[in-house]
């Protein structure tokens, strides 16, 4: 999966893309903490967890993006499915 | 490729170095994202010489000392705080960008080393580039050269790249360090200064300009810097900032700029030095692989180690241990401290002449030096779990793992391992949140700390459930005083999780800043940095909180003792050598009764009638200030009886047979639980304030704790005891 946009108040959005999530990093969910919350994201080789409410705001599309987050096929948010 | 070749401890040269940096020495500063190993490096360079300090305006610790270099020469090295960014929000990210320009209080570095993850390269770039785009002298330690596995980044392309040199080694293993040194040695001559790299956009580069003409004259030069310092303000000022000493001018400027800008600028910003990184990323490396094999066995080991099942089996099983070493293992050296002091308090009063000078000295300084050094085993030992926990990368899944609990009493994951500590005792606990990055939580943490039952409430509890609860069964099986003392481990512990969620709404409100938790890669924790931490924790308290609790016990035994009963053989009471309270030959009851903290006792009995206790008592709460359980021996000094805390069966009876005027008899069950209410709440704990002073370095955040759980006990005392008699109890 790709970022496509990353939403959510500014200082905290600022921080999840200084962290290398801008538009078109490849970024893995790659579980959820046994309660529920937080998640494990794999961004730039690094395993970085955030909770679900904040994931929710990285919008992420499969396959490739323009990295100015331009075509969008079927963008997905990380809300819907966490059955990891 | 700078290398792995014979390395010499830097360290052995520099031990004769003087601890004060003579302002002549040359200024290094270390510079990295979290989880480097950059204060693993800043040992290795400084080795035994390191001084804790603090920065200017914040509670964020300054690590400094000094390094020996090749030609000689001694240069001073700060471990700056780890961080993704040097963009701010608050004053402690600030400190990055302050101290990098020495700005304000902070005196300009002579060379930044900006220490990377080899693993982590792409990450740690963006930080990088922030630095190159201020053009201070810089070279980069490429460190965990070891775990970047087969295809490690190659320094040469790095060199190229950013312009400087680049030094590949692993701090934990000690490899490369006199390259490193070497490296540093030259380039405090050559001054290694890195260009501008990114391209941004010509519309953001035009609003820098603009934003540039309203930074303070000295920063305006070089033009680049300048620019620099204009991306700095626009992607670090806001409205809602907490930022110190910005300009005024640059701050409306800049607020006006981006409220008319319509344009994403954070996003541009960011975006385009991504961009450089990704770009250029691919030359760093002769094969892109995907990840190291390290991060590979440690998703593996994840799955066990974060699993719903074995995860917590494996959790609940490490928090055992802790808890248990603290709580129990603990015990033995504590009982050899307490020893001891008896001992040196005994033969001391049979060495000098009776008198105050002697008392004096046995019953203020040698047990104030006691109170003071029995904290030592369950401080090293703490700080000997968290070594290892923080090392070996475990830390980071408790917090991962205890999030969802934590985060509903706004409280940060990592406070757990605190929390559970103020199990055992509060003033270790409290010098744990240090585990946790940004103040607010901290604070919040070390607020409630104190609410746990600690093990210092033990002998109070068992007193008073002993003397004023029957021991019967309820419905003919549940034994009441056990389940009282149960009871009474629940009510505190609920009491704490609600005061968490409520003072974290109100007083230690703060900006909510959403959780990021790095989960950095399983590696064998290393003794020699434990030790250091261990060392560096009980030296700063000695030092810091020692002093307090040292004048605290002195000032009790003041209180205590004067004004000086007739006789001679009054003994002062207990201001005990702490965890038990030794208590000092057999004192009659008018001794403490006519003391100050007798007649306070009395002063204040008025205010503690509506919970029920006397002056007796009053005069217990006073001496419990210096411990809690010095409230036993204290009420057994009120009572004449000797060495309560030994054998509190004498005491217990006398308690049991204490009537009022009117033969009733004057300690009820009601009145004990309000009691134990009052014990599991209030502030009686000199240390616990000595350590919060410590930690906030302010007298304001432990007057408030002193004063909110005071006030609480009190409420929470006064409705029970009112409800309780109005029910006819």
């Not at chain 2, 700005?103 to 002579?110: F, I, V």
């Not at chain 2, 409205?239 to 640059?250: A, Q």
């Not at chain 2, 009282?484 to 704490?496: Q, R």
Request: charged share 20%; with cysteine.
């Amino acid at each position: 999966m790709q970022v496509v946009r990353v939403a959510g108040h500014s200082s905290f959005r600022r921080r999840l893309m200084e962290l290398g999530l801008v538009p078109g990093t490849r970024v893995e969910l790659v579980r959820v903490a046994p309660l529920g919350d937080p998640v494990e994201l794999l961004v730039r080789g690094a395993s970085l967890s955030i909770r679900k409410a904040e994931a929710g705001e990285i919008e992420v599309a499969q396959g490739s993006v323009s990295p100015a987050g331009k075509p969008v096929p079927k963008a997905v948010g990380f809300e819907p499915d966490l059955s990891v | 490729m700078a290398s792995t070749t014979t390395d010499r401890d830097p360290t052995s040269t520099s031990t004769t170095s003087s601890h004060e940096a003579a302002p002549a020495q040359p200024l290094v500063l270390l510079v990295g994202n979290p989880n480097t190993g950059k204060t693993t490096l800043f040992n290795r360079l400084t080795g035994q010489n390191a001084r804790i300090g603090n920065y200017p305006g914040v509670t964020v610790e300054r690590r400094s000392g000094s390094s020996r270099l090749d030609g000689n020469r001694l240069v001073e090295v700060v471990d700056l705080p780890g961080t993704y960014s040097l963009s701010a929000r608050s004053a402690e990210e600030q400190i990055a960008l302050w101290a990098v320009l020495g700005q304000g209080q902070y005196r300009a570095p002579d060379l930044c080393v900006f220490v990377a993850d080899a693993s982590q390269l792409s990450r740690n770039l963006y930080l990088a580039l922030q630095l190159a785009e201020l053009g201070l002298p810089l070279i980069v330690a490429l460190n965990m050269i070891d775990e970047a596995g087969e295809n490690p980044p190659n320094t040469a392309a790095i060199e190229q790249l950013l312009g400087v040199p680049c030094v590949a080694l692993s701090a934990r293993r000690g490899s490369g360090i006199s390259a490193l040194l070497a490296a540093m040695e030259r380039a405090l001559v050559e001054k290694p200064t890195p260009r501008p790299l990114v391209s941004y956009p010509p519309e953001l580069l035009a609003d820098a300009e603009e934003l540039s003409a309203s930074l303070p004259a000295a920063l305006r030069q070089p033009a680049s810097r300048a620019r620099a310092l204009a991306l700095w303000a626009l992607t670090s000022i806001e409205e809602d900032d907490e930022l110190t000493e910005i300009d005024p001018g640059l701050r409306a400027a800049t607020l006006a700029l981006r409220r008319a800008s319509r344009r994403d600028l954070d996003h541009e910003v960011i975006a385009a030095r991504y961009s450089f990184i990704d770009e250029h990323l691919p030359k760093l490396y002769r094969r892109l692989d995907r990840h190291p094999r390290k991060r590979a066995l440690s998703e593996r080991a994840d799955r066990i180690v974060l699993h719903p099942l074995w995860g917590f089996g494996l959790f609940m099983l490490v928090m055992l241990v802790l808890f248990q070493s603290l709580f129990s293992w603990s015990d033995p050296a504590i009982s050899l401290i307490e020893d001891a002091f008896a001992w040196l308090q005994g033969g001391l009063t049979t060495l000098l002449p009776a008198g105050i000078f002697r008392d004096f000295v046995t019953q203020g300084l040698v047990s104030g030096v006691g109170n003071v050094l029995v904290f030592l085993p369950q401080i090293l030992l703490l700080f000997f779990f968290i070594g290892l926990l923080e090392d070996s990368g475990y830390m980071a899944r408790v917090a991962y793992l205890m999030d969802r609990i934590m985060k509903s009493l706004g409280l940060h994951g990592r406070a757990f391992v605190p929390m559970l500590s103020g199990f055992a005792c509060a003033v270790p606990a409290i010098l744990a949140t240090r585990t946790m990055e940004r103040q607010r939580d901290r604070l919040l943490t070390m607020l409630v700390i104190p609410l746990m039952t600690c093990s210092a409430r033990l002998p109070v509890y068992t007193l008073i459930i002993g003397a004023l609860f029957p021991p019967t069964r309820a419905f003919g099986f549940l034994p009441v005083q056990g389940l009282l003392m149960v009871g009474m481990y629940l009510f505190a512990t609920v009491l704490t999780l609600l005061s968490a969620g409520v003072l974290g709404r109100t007083v230690v409100k703060g900006r909510k800043v959403p959780l990021i938790l790095e989960l950095p890669p399983y590696r064998l924790p290393s003794l020699r940095g434990t030790l250091k931490m261990m060392w560096e924790r009980a030296t700063v308290f000695l030092k810091e909180a020692g002093t307090v609790i040292l004048a605290c016990t002195v000032a009790l035994w003041v209180l205590l003792s004067f004004p000086r009963a007739p006789e001679p053989a009054a003994a002062p009471p207990a201001v005990a050598a702490s965890h038990t309270g030794s208590a000092p030959a057999s004192a009659p009851p008018s001794s403490i009764a006519q003391s100050y903290g007798g007649r306070l006792g009395h002063a204040i009995e008025p205010a503690l009638k509506p919970l029920g206790f006397d002056w007796k008592i009053g005069v217990g709460l006073i001496g419990a200030f210096a411990a809690r359980e010095v409230f036993v021996a204290t009420l057994g000094l009120v009572y004449g009886i000797d060495a309560a805390d030994d054998d509190a069966t004498p005491l217990r009876d006398r308690l049991r047979a204490e009537t009022r005027a009117d033969g009733e008899a004057a300690y009820t069950p009601l009145m004990g639980l309000s009691l134990l209410i009052f014990f599991a709440i209030s502030c009686q704990c000199m240390s616990t304030l000595a350590a919060v002073k410590r930690e906030t370095k302010s007298y304001r955040w432990p007057a408030f704790m002193f004063a909110y759980m005071t006030g609480l006990a009190y409420l929470l005392s006064f409705t029970v005891f009112q409800v309780g008699r109005l029910l006819g109890f």
